[in-house]
Protein backbone atom coordinates (compact mmCIF):
# COMPACT_ATOMS: atom_id res chain seq x y z
CA UNK A 1 0.00 0.00 0.00
CA UNK A 2 1.14 3.29 -0.88
CA UNK A 3 0.04 6.07 1.44
CA UNK A 4 -1.80 8.93 -0.05
CA UNK A 5 -2.60 12.28 1.50
CA UNK A 6 -6.20 13.61 1.54
CA UNK A 7 -8.20 15.54 -0.99
CA UNK A 8 -7.92 19.02 0.49
CA UNK A 9 -4.91 18.45 2.56
CA UNK A 10 -1.42 19.87 1.61
CA UNK A 11 2.09 19.07 2.07
CA UNK A 12 3.79 22.04 2.31
CA UNK A 13 7.94 22.39 1.78
CA UNK A 14 10.58 24.37 0.56
CA UNK A 15 9.83 28.43 -0.87
CA UNK A 16 6.54 27.43 -0.12
CA UNK A 17 6.53 26.29 3.43
CA UNK A 18 8.91 29.67 3.75
CA UNK A 19 6.62 31.79 2.51
CA UNK A 20 3.73 30.68 4.90
CA UNK A 21 6.36 31.61 7.43
CA UNK A 22 7.14 34.88 6.73
CA UNK A 23 3.41 35.92 6.67
CA UNK A 24 2.94 34.18 10.19
CA UNK A 25 5.84 36.32 11.35
CA UNK A 26 5.05 39.47 9.82
CA UNK A 27 1.23 39.21 11.27
CA UNK A 28 2.91 38.47 14.37
CA UNK A 29 5.71 41.33 14.61
CA UNK A 30 2.51 43.22 13.67
CA UNK A 31 -0.04 42.12 16.14
CA UNK A 32 2.57 42.48 18.87
CA UNK A 33 3.25 45.88 17.93
CA UNK A 34 0.04 46.61 18.57
CA UNK A 35 0.17 45.07 22.07
CA UNK A 36 -1.73 42.05 21.38
CA UNK A 37 -0.42 38.66 22.64
CA UNK A 38 0.00 35.17 21.80
CA UNK A 39 -2.73 32.21 22.65
CA UNK A 40 -3.11 29.10 21.96
CA UNK A 41 -5.69 26.68 22.32
CA UNK A 42 -6.95 23.03 21.33
CA UNK A 43 -7.38 22.05 18.02
CA UNK A 44 -9.96 19.69 18.90
CA UNK A 45 -13.06 21.36 20.84
CA UNK A 46 -16.98 20.13 21.84
CA UNK A 47 -19.13 19.95 18.14
CA UNK A 48 -21.38 22.28 20.32
CA UNK A 49 -18.93 25.02 21.13
CA UNK A 50 -19.27 25.61 17.05
CA UNK A 51 -23.04 24.85 16.84
CA UNK A 52 -23.47 27.56 19.85
CA UNK A 53 -21.19 30.10 18.25
CA UNK A 54 -20.52 30.16 14.01
CA UNK A 55 -23.94 28.97 14.11
CA UNK A 56 -26.35 26.02 13.39
CA UNK A 57 -27.08 27.34 9.94
CA UNK A 58 -23.80 28.58 9.18
CA UNK A 59 -22.31 26.81 6.08
CA UNK A 60 -19.34 25.43 8.36
CA UNK A 61 -21.73 23.69 10.90
CA UNK A 62 -23.95 22.16 8.84
CA UNK A 63 -22.06 20.80 5.96
CA UNK A 64 -18.03 20.86 6.64
CA UNK A 65 -17.18 20.08 10.30
CA UNK A 66 -14.89 16.99 11.63
CA UNK A 67 -16.81 15.72 13.55
CA UNK A 68 -16.48 12.48 15.78
CA UNK A 69 -17.85 10.81 18.33
CA UNK A 70 -15.19 10.42 21.20
CA UNK A 71 -14.21 6.78 22.06
CA UNK A 72 -13.10 7.51 26.03
CA UNK A 73 -15.91 10.41 26.85
CA UNK A 74 -19.09 8.56 25.99
CA UNK A 75 -21.65 10.71 23.96
CA UNK A 76 -19.13 14.00 23.41
CA UNK A 77 -19.07 14.68 20.14
CA UNK A 78 -16.03 16.61 18.99
CA UNK A 79 -15.16 18.15 15.91
CA UNK A 80 -11.82 19.54 14.68
CA UNK A 81 -11.80 23.32 14.62
CA UNK A 82 -13.16 24.72 12.02
CA UNK A 83 -12.07 28.49 13.28
CA UNK A 84 -10.53 29.93 15.91
CA UNK A 85 -13.05 32.72 17.44
CA UNK A 86 -15.33 30.40 19.54
CA UNK A 87 -11.91 28.41 20.90
CA UNK A 88 -10.74 31.77 22.04
CA UNK A 89 -13.89 32.96 23.24
CA UNK A 90 -14.65 29.90 25.28
CA UNK A 91 -10.87 29.83 26.68
CA UNK A 92 -11.71 33.71 27.24
CA UNK A 93 -14.82 33.18 29.74
CA UNK A 94 -13.39 29.72 31.22
CA UNK A 95 -10.34 31.72 32.46
CA UNK A 96 -12.90 34.25 34.31
CA UNK A 97 -10.96 37.08 32.31
CA UNK A 98 -14.93 38.31 31.17
CA UNK A 99 -15.10 39.60 34.98
CA UNK A 100 -12.02 39.71 36.02
CA UNK A 101 -10.11 41.85 33.33
CA UNK A 102 -12.45 41.87 30.41
CA UNK A 103 -10.52 43.77 28.13
CA UNK A 104 -7.83 41.20 26.21
CA UNK A 105 -6.03 41.60 23.61
CA UNK A 106 -5.09 37.68 21.59
CA UNK A 107 -4.01 36.80 18.74
CA UNK A 108 -3.37 33.15 17.57
CA UNK A 109 -1.77 31.24 14.48
CA UNK A 110 -2.47 27.61 13.99
CA UNK A 111 -4.11 24.77 10.95
CA UNK A 112 -8.01 25.19 11.04
CA UNK A 113 -10.07 22.23 9.25
CA UNK A 114 -13.39 22.58 7.04
CA UNK A 115 -14.86 20.22 4.77
CA UNK A 116 -14.96 22.26 2.09
CA UNK A 117 -15.17 21.16 -1.87
CA UNK A 118 -11.24 21.77 -2.53
CA UNK A 119 -10.22 24.60 -5.59
CA UNK A 120 -7.45 26.79 -6.07
CA UNK A 121 -6.93 28.72 -2.51
CA UNK A 122 -9.49 26.60 -0.53
CA UNK A 123 -8.04 23.96 1.14
CA UNK A 124 -9.64 21.35 3.96
CA UNK A 125 -7.00 22.38 6.17
CA UNK A 126 -5.60 26.03 6.13
CA UNK A 127 -3.66 28.22 8.39
CA UNK A 128 -5.74 31.31 10.13
CA UNK A 129 -3.86 33.76 12.11
CA UNK A 130 -6.40 35.63 13.67
CA UNK A 131 -6.76 38.15 16.51
CA UNK A 132 -9.20 38.77 19.00
CA UNK A 133 -10.37 41.52 20.84
CA UNK A 134 -12.42 41.67 24.31
CA UNK A 135 -14.12 44.69 26.22
CA UNK A 136 -13.58 47.12 23.22
CA UNK A 137 -16.95 48.55 21.91
CA UNK A 138 -15.10 51.38 20.27
CA UNK A 139 -15.44 51.89 16.52
CA UNK A 140 -11.37 52.61 16.74
CA UNK A 141 -10.68 48.89 17.72
CA UNK A 142 -12.72 48.18 14.48
CA UNK A 143 -10.43 50.06 12.42
CA UNK A 144 -7.60 49.25 14.49
CA UNK A 145 -8.51 45.50 13.42
CA UNK A 146 -8.55 46.74 9.63
CA UNK A 147 -4.79 49.14 10.06
CA UNK A 148 -3.53 46.05 10.91
CA UNK A 149 -4.13 43.99 7.57
CA UNK A 150 -3.70 47.16 6.02
CA UNK A 151 0.20 47.42 7.76
CA UNK A 152 0.82 43.33 6.74
CA UNK A 153 -0.47 44.16 3.05
CA UNK A 154 2.03 47.13 3.00
CA UNK A 155 4.62 45.03 4.43
CA UNK A 156 4.17 41.86 2.40
CA UNK A 157 3.82 44.45 -1.03
CA UNK A 158 0.14 43.10 -1.70
CA UNK A 159 -2.63 44.40 -3.24
CA UNK A 160 -5.77 44.09 -0.99
CA UNK A 161 -8.85 45.69 -1.10
CA UNK A 162 -11.28 46.37 1.81
CA UNK A 163 -14.68 45.63 1.81
CA UNK A 164 -16.74 46.75 5.32
CA UNK A 165 -20.44 46.77 5.81
CA UNK A 166 -22.83 47.02 9.14
CA UNK A 167 -24.81 44.66 10.19
CA UNK A 168 -26.42 46.49 12.65
CA UNK A 169 -26.43 45.87 16.95
CA UNK A 170 -29.59 43.88 18.98
CA UNK A 171 -31.89 47.09 18.72
CA UNK A 172 -31.26 47.46 14.71
CA UNK A 173 -30.39 44.14 13.66
CA UNK A 174 -33.73 42.75 13.72
CA UNK A 175 -35.57 45.23 11.76
CA UNK A 176 -33.24 44.21 8.82
CA UNK A 177 -33.78 40.74 9.57
CA UNK A 178 -37.41 41.08 9.76
CA UNK A 179 -36.96 42.90 6.23
CA UNK A 180 -34.82 40.63 4.64
CA UNK A 181 -37.13 37.50 5.68
CA UNK A 182 -40.55 39.08 4.47
CA UNK A 183 -38.21 40.23 1.33
CA UNK A 184 -37.30 36.46 0.96
CA UNK A 185 -40.91 35.18 1.74
CA UNK A 186 -41.58 37.54 -1.17
CA UNK A 187 -39.61 35.42 -3.57
CA UNK A 188 -39.54 32.04 -2.20
CA UNK A 189 -39.98 30.55 -5.78
CA UNK A 190 -36.99 32.23 -6.92
CA UNK A 191 -34.82 31.39 -4.39
CA UNK A 192 -32.13 28.79 -4.87
CA UNK A 193 -32.51 25.75 -2.74
CA UNK A 194 -30.30 26.38 0.21
CA UNK A 195 -31.48 29.69 0.92
CA UNK A 196 -35.11 28.62 0.90
CA UNK A 197 -34.53 25.73 3.32
CA UNK A 198 -32.68 28.38 5.63
CA UNK A 199 -34.57 31.34 5.02
CA UNK A 200 -37.14 31.26 8.19
CA UNK A 201 -33.72 30.09 10.43
CA UNK A 202 -31.23 32.68 8.65
CA UNK A 203 -32.41 34.89 5.81
CA UNK A 204 -29.22 37.13 6.39
CA UNK A 205 -27.80 34.57 4.29
CA UNK A 206 -29.64 34.79 1.14
CA UNK A 207 -27.24 38.42 0.86
CA UNK A 208 -24.15 36.64 0.14
CA UNK A 209 -25.52 33.91 -1.69
CA UNK A 210 -23.95 33.10 -5.10
CA UNK A 211 -26.51 32.14 -6.63
CA UNK A 212 -29.28 34.56 -6.21
CA UNK A 213 -27.25 37.17 -7.01
CA UNK A 214 -29.83 39.04 -8.83
CA UNK A 215 -32.32 38.90 -5.88
CA UNK A 216 -29.43 39.64 -3.29
CA UNK A 217 -28.95 42.78 -5.51
CA UNK A 218 -32.41 44.42 -5.11
CA UNK A 219 -33.12 43.12 -1.63
CA UNK A 220 -32.97 45.00 2.05
CA UNK A 221 -29.64 47.14 2.71
CA UNK A 222 -28.73 47.05 6.46
CA UNK A 223 -27.47 50.60 6.16
CA UNK A 224 -30.82 51.79 5.49
CA UNK A 225 -32.41 50.25 9.28
CA UNK A 226 -28.89 51.24 11.13
CA UNK A 227 -29.94 52.97 14.28
CA UNK A 228 -28.72 56.02 15.31
CA UNK A 229 -25.85 54.29 17.68
CA UNK A 230 -24.82 51.91 14.74
CA UNK A 231 -24.85 54.75 12.25
CA UNK A 232 -22.70 56.63 14.03
CA UNK A 233 -20.46 54.13 15.30
CA UNK A 234 -19.75 53.37 11.32
CA UNK A 235 -19.29 56.15 10.42
CA UNK A 236 -16.33 56.57 13.19
CA UNK A 237 -14.37 53.36 11.60
CA UNK A 238 -14.87 54.74 8.19
CA UNK A 239 -13.41 58.12 8.99
CA UNK A 240 -10.70 56.21 11.18
CA UNK A 241 -9.65 54.50 7.83
CA UNK A 242 -9.74 57.57 6.27
CA UNK A 243 -7.15 59.28 8.57
CA UNK A 244 -5.07 56.16 8.21
CA UNK A 245 -5.34 55.89 4.44
CA UNK A 246 -6.76 52.48 4.63
CA UNK A 247 -9.16 52.69 1.44
CA UNK A 248 -12.24 50.55 1.62
CA UNK A 249 -15.44 50.82 -0.24
CA UNK A 250 -19.37 49.94 1.66
CA UNK A 251 -20.24 46.33 0.41
CA UNK A 252 -24.00 45.78 1.58
CA UNK A 253 -23.95 42.19 0.54
CA UNK A 254 -21.41 41.80 3.36
CA UNK A 255 -23.46 39.58 6.02
CA UNK A 256 -20.13 37.07 6.49
CA UNK A 257 -20.80 33.65 6.97
CA UNK A 258 -20.99 32.96 10.77
CA UNK A 259 -23.67 33.90 12.74
CA UNK A 260 -22.23 36.25 16.09
CA UNK A 261 -21.34 39.20 13.66
CA UNK A 262 -23.02 42.71 14.36
CA UNK A 263 -22.19 45.94 13.95
CA UNK A 264 -19.00 46.05 11.60
CA UNK A 265 -17.78 43.65 9.60
CA UNK A 266 -15.02 43.35 6.85
CA UNK A 267 -12.80 41.33 4.08
CA UNK A 268 -9.76 42.24 2.42
CA UNK A 269 -9.59 40.90 -0.86
CA UNK A 270 -6.82 40.34 -3.04
CA UNK A 271 -7.20 40.21 -7.11
CA UNK A 272 -4.30 37.74 -7.41
CA UNK A 273 -5.73 34.47 -5.66
CA UNK A 274 -8.82 34.12 -8.36
CA UNK A 275 -12.38 32.81 -7.01
CA UNK A 276 -11.10 32.12 -3.44
CA UNK A 277 -10.30 36.05 -2.73
CA UNK A 278 -10.82 36.70 0.46
CA UNK A 279 -7.69 36.73 2.15
CA UNK A 280 -8.55 38.02 5.70
CA UNK A 281 -12.05 38.79 7.22
CA UNK A 282 -13.94 39.43 10.51
CA UNK A 283 -15.92 41.98 12.15
CA UNK A 284 -17.60 42.78 15.66
CA UNK A 285 -19.25 39.93 17.78
CA UNK A 286 -20.55 41.91 20.59
CA UNK A 287 -22.82 39.39 21.92
CA UNK A 288 -20.85 35.92 21.34
CA UNK A 289 -19.31 36.24 25.11
CA UNK A 290 -22.74 36.44 26.51
CA UNK A 291 -24.14 33.36 24.64
CA UNK A 292 -21.61 31.02 25.11
CA UNK A 293 -21.91 32.06 29.12
CA UNK A 294 -20.42 34.40 30.29
CA UNK A 295 -21.06 38.33 31.18
CA UNK A 296 -22.12 40.60 28.60
CA UNK A 297 -18.56 42.00 26.95
CA UNK A 298 -17.91 43.22 23.41
CA UNK A 299 -15.40 41.08 21.49
CA UNK A 300 -14.42 42.31 17.98
CA UNK A 301 -11.13 40.61 15.16
CA UNK A 302 -10.62 39.34 12.31
CA UNK A 303 -8.66 35.97 10.41
CA UNK A 304 -6.15 36.23 7.43
CA UNK A 305 -6.17 32.86 5.46
CA UNK A 306 -2.37 32.60 5.69
CA UNK A 307 -2.36 29.94 2.77
CA UNK A 308 -4.35 32.06 0.59
CA UNK A 309 -2.61 34.92 1.36
CA UNK A 310 0.91 33.43 0.29
CA UNK A 311 -0.70 32.47 -2.87
CA UNK A 312 -0.64 36.36 -3.87
CA UNK A 313 2.89 36.25 -3.01
CA UNK A 314 5.80 35.25 -5.07
CA UNK A 315 7.08 32.27 -3.26
CA UNK A 316 10.63 32.68 -5.39
CA UNK A 317 11.29 36.02 -2.57
CA UNK A 318 11.26 33.61 -0.11
CA UNK A 319 13.12 30.85 -1.05
CA UNK A 320 16.28 30.37 0.64
CA UNK A 321 19.94 30.06 0.19
CA UNK A 322 22.63 28.23 2.15
CA UNK A 323 25.33 30.98 2.74
CA UNK A 324 27.56 27.73 2.36
CA UNK A 325 28.16 24.13 1.83
CA UNK A 326 30.88 23.27 3.50
CA UNK A 327 32.72 19.98 1.67
CA UNK A 328 35.19 18.29 3.95
CA UNK A 329 37.72 15.39 2.43
CA UNK A 330 38.58 13.46 5.10
CA UNK A 331 38.04 12.22 8.40
CA UNK A 332 40.16 15.15 10.03
CA UNK A 333 38.52 17.25 7.89
CA UNK A 334 35.14 16.68 8.81
CA UNK A 335 35.93 17.41 12.41
CA UNK A 336 37.39 20.92 11.31
CA UNK A 337 34.22 21.23 9.28
CA UNK A 338 31.46 20.40 11.84
CA UNK A 339 32.90 23.28 14.45
CA UNK A 340 33.71 25.52 11.71
CA UNK A 341 30.07 25.33 10.90
CA UNK A 342 29.02 25.97 14.46
CA UNK A 343 31.03 29.29 14.29
CA UNK A 344 29.27 30.01 11.47
CA UNK A 345 25.96 29.40 12.19
CA UNK A 346 26.64 31.35 15.23
CA UNK A 347 27.29 34.42 13.01
CA UNK A 348 23.84 33.88 12.15
CA UNK A 349 25.17 31.94 8.49
CA UNK A 350 23.03 29.24 6.88
CA UNK A 351 25.35 26.47 6.69
CA UNK A 352 24.78 22.64 5.68
CA UNK A 353 28.28 20.18 6.17
CA UNK A 354 27.39 17.98 3.04
CA UNK A 355 27.96 14.18 3.36
CA UNK A 356 31.72 12.80 4.17
CA UNK A 357 33.14 9.64 2.03
CA UNK A 358 31.89 11.12 -1.66
CA UNK A 359 34.09 12.86 -3.72
CA UNK A 360 34.92 16.87 -4.81
CA UNK A 361 32.78 16.38 -7.93
CA UNK A 362 29.43 14.81 -5.98
CA UNK A 363 29.68 17.53 -2.99
CA UNK A 364 29.97 19.89 -5.29
CA UNK A 365 26.82 19.18 -7.39
CA UNK A 366 25.30 19.19 -4.09
CA UNK A 367 26.12 22.02 -3.08
CA UNK A 368 25.04 23.92 -6.40
CA UNK A 369 21.65 22.17 -6.04
CA UNK A 370 21.04 23.52 -2.56
CA UNK A 371 21.84 26.42 -4.05
CA UNK A 372 24.90 27.22 -1.82
CA UNK A 373 26.62 30.61 -2.45
CA UNK A 374 29.77 29.45 -1.59
CA UNK A 375 31.48 26.10 -1.32
CA UNK A 376 33.92 25.82 1.92
CA UNK A 377 36.68 22.70 0.30
CA UNK A 378 38.56 21.59 3.66
CA UNK A 379 41.46 19.07 2.52
CA UNK A 380 44.39 17.80 4.18
CA UNK A 381 46.60 21.09 3.06
CA UNK A 382 44.01 23.26 3.97
CA UNK A 383 43.72 21.91 7.29
CA UNK A 384 47.48 22.07 7.51
CA UNK A 385 47.15 25.54 6.73
CA UNK A 386 44.78 26.80 9.10
CA UNK A 387 42.79 27.59 5.62
CA UNK A 388 39.67 26.45 3.52
CA UNK A 389 39.45 26.92 -0.21
CA UNK A 390 36.30 29.05 -0.65
CA UNK A 391 34.69 28.59 -4.07
CA UNK A 392 32.10 31.49 -5.21
CA UNK A 393 29.92 28.99 -7.18
CA UNK A 394 28.19 31.62 -9.63
CA UNK A 395 31.46 32.89 -10.29
CA UNK A 396 32.93 29.41 -10.50
CA UNK A 397 35.99 31.15 -8.85
CA UNK A 398 38.18 29.72 -6.07
CA UNK A 399 40.40 31.40 -3.70
CA UNK A 400 41.97 30.49 -0.10
CA UNK A 401 41.17 32.25 2.94
CA UNK A 402 42.40 31.71 6.67
CA UNK A 403 39.66 29.84 8.60
CA UNK A 404 39.93 32.80 10.59
CA UNK A 405 38.57 35.69 8.32
CA UNK A 406 35.65 33.07 7.12
CA UNK A 407 33.01 34.30 8.80
CA UNK A 408 33.67 37.87 7.83
CA UNK A 409 34.28 36.90 4.61
CA UNK A 410 30.71 35.01 3.92
CA UNK A 411 28.89 37.68 6.28
CA UNK A 412 30.19 40.46 3.80
CA UNK A 413 29.15 38.63 0.69
CA UNK A 414 25.74 38.00 2.30
CA UNK A 415 25.05 41.51 2.54
CA UNK A 416 26.35 42.67 -1.00
CA UNK A 417 23.80 40.08 -2.34
CA UNK A 418 21.02 41.61 -0.39
CA UNK A 419 21.63 44.81 -1.02
P1 LIG B 1 -13.79 33.26 7.76
O1 LIG B 1 -14.20 34.29 6.76
O2 LIG B 1 -14.57 32.02 7.80
O3 LIG B 1 -13.80 33.98 9.18
O4 LIG B 1 -12.27 32.89 7.52
C1 LIG B 1 -11.26 33.88 7.53
C2 LIG B 1 -10.29 33.67 6.39
O5 LIG B 1 -9.77 32.35 6.45
C3 LIG B 1 -10.91 33.76 5.01
O6 LIG B 1 -10.99 35.10 4.57
C4 LIG B 1 -9.93 32.97 4.18
O7 LIG B 1 -8.82 33.76 3.81
C5 LIG B 1 -9.48 31.90 5.14
N1 LIG B 1 -10.18 30.64 4.84
C6 LIG B 1 -11.43 30.28 5.21
N2 LIG B 1 -11.73 29.06 4.73
C7 LIG B 1 -10.65 28.64 4.03
C8 LIG B 1 -10.33 27.45 3.28
N3 LIG B 1 -11.19 26.43 3.19
N4 LIG B 1 -9.11 27.37 2.70
C9 LIG B 1 -8.23 28.39 2.81
N5 LIG B 1 -8.47 29.52 3.49
C10 LIG B 1 -9.66 29.64 4.10
C11 LIG B 1 -13.44 33.33 10.34
O8 LIG B 1 -12.93 32.26 10.40
C12 LIG B 1 -13.66 34.18 11.58
N6 LIG B 1 -13.28 33.37 12.73
C13 LIG B 1 -12.84 35.45 11.50
C14 LIG B 1 -13.04 36.30 12.71
C15 LIG B 1 -12.22 36.38 13.78
N7 LIG B 1 -14.07 37.08 12.95
C16 LIG B 1 -13.93 37.66 14.13
N8 LIG B 1 -12.81 37.22 14.65
Known sequence: MQPRRLRGFQDIAGAQARTLAAVEDCARAIAERHNVSEIRIPALERLDLFQHSSGETSDIVEKQMYAFVDRDEAETTLALRPEGTPGVVRAYIEAGMDRSEPEQRFYYVGPMFRRERPQKGRFRQFSQFGVEIFGRADAATDAELMIMVDELRRELGLELNFEINSLGDGECRPRFRQAVLEYGRAHLGELCEDCRNRLERNPLRLLDCKIDVKLAESAPRSQDYLCEHCRAHFATVRELLADAGVAHTVNPRLVRGLDYYTRTTFEAISI?????????AGGRYDGLVEALGGAPVAG????IGVDRLALALDA????????????????AALRRAMSLATALRGRGLRVEVLAPGRGLKALMRRADRIGARYAVIIGDDELARG????????????????ERDLAATLAAARAAARA
Not at 316 to 331: E, M, P, Q, T, V
Not at 390 to 397: K, N, P, Y
Open 272 to 280: AVGAQSAVA
Open 300 to 303: TGFA
Open 316 to 331: ARFAAHADAAIAALGD
Open 387 to 402: AVTLRDLAASTQTEVA
